[in-house]
């Protein structure tokens, strides 16, 4: 098992770089094979330094919320979240055609009814409605113009919608090499896209881990 979890690390960190890349072409042309990217993203090693689990209980989700995952990929998240809340509706949001098509195919072969495959465009989530949280799992960095499209987010969140955003640490052994941006950053991009900080966890050993709410919330 420790021998698996370090070669999914090394998969990882060897994967993200290309997909750091995209300010030349879009993202979703890397990743346009999904059943190949899935025994990455979904390879069950992950779940030792992402800890799941952990980050849904840390998110204090009710059943019947509304739940936007940006960046879905395959649905690491987007599933166990739609799990976590049976009342509610999952947004399984990704620019990839090809990751679109496989999540909404994950969704019936696993039986969800409340996870909905949404398509974005690389500049707009394009949400067809408001949600109580907005999750982007290792997706920051490859936001190009932040500061219109998190102002444009903001629009999109209940009166107690958070938006959360997990990302590595710039000194962290995993994930990508390029294109890191720092925690300090993150939060002071997002301040000025009208967000405060509301909560900071630090359970995750190569990630961080912020929640963020609309100013005057």
Not at 167 to 176: I, K, L, N
Request: hydrophobic share 45%; net charge positive; aromatic share 10%.
């Amino acid at each position: 098992m420790r021998t698996k979890f370090f070669i999914a690390l090394l998969v990882v960190s060897l994967a993200a770089p290309a997909a750091a890349q995209h300010g030349s072409q879009p993202l979703h042309q890397h990743f346009d094979d999904a059943e190949r990217w899935s025994q990455v993203f979904d390879d069950p090693a992950r779940d030792a330094w992402q800890k799941p689990k952990e980050v849904i209980r840390a998110l204090a989700l009710p059943p019947d919320a509304s739940v936007a995952d940006i960046g879905a990929g395959t649905g690491y998240f987007s599933v166990r979240l739609a799990r976590a809340v049976p009342e509610g509706r999952v947004y399984a949001v990704d620019v990839s055609p090809s990751m679109v098509h496989y999540l909404a195919t994950r969704a019936t072969r696993e039986h969800l009814p409340n996870l909905i495959a949404h398509q974005a465009n690389p500049d707009d989530a394009r949400l067809p409605r408001a949600v109580d949280l907005v999750l982007l799992v290792d997706t920051y960095h490859h936001i190009a113009d932040r500061a219109t499209y998190f102002r444009k987010l903001r629009t999109t969140l209940t009166g107690s919608g958070r938006l959360a955003i997990i990302d590595f640490r710039p000194g962290a052994p995993a994930g990508p090499r390029q294109g890191r941006v720092a925690p300090d950053t993150v939060k002071a991009e997002l301040a000025r896209a009208g967000y405060r900080l509301a909560a900071e966890r630090d359970f995750l050993p190569y990630q961080y881990f912020l929640v963020f709410a609309p100013a005057g919330s």
